[in-house]
């Protein structure tokens, strides 16, 4: 959706604002402060700079698959990267910055966590997890430092740095031994390892918030000793109070044999899990009203607010993010079509051929997280002015100040025939330039009303059905859910 820029087209400079406040630093670049020039100003970015010059073979193509990986990533637990810039010299990528400081952070601010609270952290990581390892991707280096609160005092995390991740296909065995040592596992020591030293990582993880303190001590030598032992000490000064189910869980993760380890989708089902984080989702009529209304807008409205879902603050995502959990009850970051049925059809008794309609409409057997806050744009999530402006400058790629046909080609050419792009312009297009200027762009997006939408939607099926479909009341969907902790030897180090 237009997020992959290249100089002389399009410039990190001609639409941010960077700071000189730098953020952090790590194997793979600095991390700057940055705001957007067009849209919401206010709201921070994060800019991770890669210099190319010297970079080999080897450190490119791991750079390329980082930058791959993280395009693709859109969950509710995983930062959002919003542009890439490109050079001759260096590549610049863009992510919402996530102002609640790292996991790592609280941990020394509290010590410990209690057990209710150290659940809901493992869930969100856990479901986050899922969603990468369902997509056949290996994160390879999770530790405290690379969950982020989405804000100051909030309690939704989200995962981060996907400089060693890689993509693999199921079983297949790595040999790469990276990661951060007090964090991997015994196999990555041996160098034939697969996901499931993701699993053990988050272990560590649930050791640290539940206990205080690191499973793994000493120098590097005795670090790697006792991880390849996989001797965990529960000392009754740390975990006298804490639960049987609590300490089984932490086994369970911290199990030598990978085989006898728990998957995510295990990990997210164990009883701990499910009993401390018990709570009940209702989803909204409004929500679904949202998506039955996303089939009868047209395509380039559709288009229009996929692309605002791409620049929408983690305050906007906030209002309907639980809804989208809540509906995906597999836990792979995505809504099927037996999900959305379960909910329309079981919960609000509606018509299985609307949900039919849905994924016709989409082209694809899942709705996407990015395609469920598009459905929620106007319905549950304001339009304002800055997220009219940063959705038109994500489309005028030459900063004309005008939108072209050429243009729209260029970011939808995949999702819209290119004999549709004329005369779907010339629907926003008021005036007699065939170009699209920011007034014709926000006058055509507003006129995006999803009850007027879902109105003319139930007479179209009056007519086909002769009557209307029935929505009952909301019903709830349900979801059931020792040495001091030291920041990690390195950021992103290698295992030598």
Not at 11 to 25: A, F, H, N, P, W
Not at 87 to 115: A, H, P, S, W, Y
Request: glycine share 6%; aromatic share 8%.
């Amino acid at each position: 959706m237009g997020r992959l820029h290249k100089a002389p087209q399009r410039t990190l400079e001609q639409d941010y604002r960077i700071s000189s406040k730098v953020l952090g630093s790590g194997y793979n670049g600095s991390v700057r402060l940055a705001n957007a020039k067009h849209g919401n100003s206010k709201q921070p970015v994060a800019v991770k700079t890669f210099r190319l010059k010297g970079l080999n073979k080897s450190k490119k193509e791991r750079l390329q698959s980082e930058i791959e990986v993280f395009l693709r990533m859109d969950h509710p637990h995983i930062a959002r990267l919003w542009d890439v810039y490109e050079t001759d010299f260096q590549i610049n990528i863009v992510m919402e910055c996530v102002e609640g400081g790292e996991l790592f952070d609280r941990v020394l601010k509290i010590k410990c966590f209690g057990e209710r609270d150290a659940a809901d952290a493992t869930r969100q990581m856990l479901l986050a997890l899922n969603y990468v390892h369902c997509h056949g991707m290996v994160h390879r280096d999770l530790k405290l430092e690379n969950f982020l609160y989405d804000h100051q005092g909030g309690s939704h995390l989200k995962m981060i740095d996907f400089g060693f991740s890689k993509y693999t296909s199921d079983n297949a065995r790595m040999k790469t031994s990276c990661g951060t040592l007090a964090y991997v596992a015994p196999e990555v020591l041996k160098r034939s390892y697969t996901s499931a030293c993701d699993l053990w990582s988050v272990g560590v993880i649930v050791y640290i918030l539940l206990s205080g303190h690191m499973p793994f001590h000493g120098d590097s030598e005795e670090k790697m000793k006792s991880i390849t032992r996989a001797r965990l000490e529960f000392k009754h000064e740390h975990w006298g109070g804490i639960s049987a189910a609590a300490k089984e869980f932490v086994k369970s993760l911290l199990e030598a044999d990978p085989a006898k380890r728990l998957t995510s989708m295990m990990a997210l089902e164990h009883k701990w899990i499910m009993l401390s984080c018990k709570h009940m989702q209702a989803v909204d009529i409004s929500v679904i009203d949202g998506i039955r209304s996303w089939c009868a807008a047209t395509k380039l409205q559709r288009a229009y607010m996929t692309m605002m879902a791409w620049s929408l603050t983690n305050h906007q995502q906030s209002l309907v993010r639980d809804h989208f959990l809540a509906l995906d009850t597999d836990h792979n970051g995505t809504i099927s079509m037996e999900e959305l049925q379960s909910a329309m059809i079981g919960k609000f008794e509606m018509p299985m051929e609307e949900t039919r309609e849905v994924f016709d409409v989409l082209g694809g057997a899942e709705i996407q997280y990015s395609e469920f806050l598009a459905a929620m744009i106007s319905s549950c999530i304001p339009i304002d002015d800055d997220l009219l402006h940063a959705t038109f400058a994500k489309f005028d790629i030459d900063a004309s100040g005008y939108i072209t046909s050429g243009e729209l080609s260029g970011i939808l050419g995949e999702s819209l025939s290119g004999a549709d792009l004329d005369a779907l312009g010339s629907k926003a297009d008021c005036s007699e330039d065939v170009k699209i200027d920011y007034q014709e762009f926000a006058d055509y997006a507003q006129t995006y009303h999803p009850g007027t939408l879902l109105r003319k939607s139930r007479l179209a099926q009056q007519a086909t059905r002769g009557n209307a479909s029935s929505c009952a009341q909301p019903v709830a969907i349900v979801e059931i859910a020792p040495s001091p902790v030291q920041r990690a030897d390195l950021p992103c180090c290698v295992v030598q």
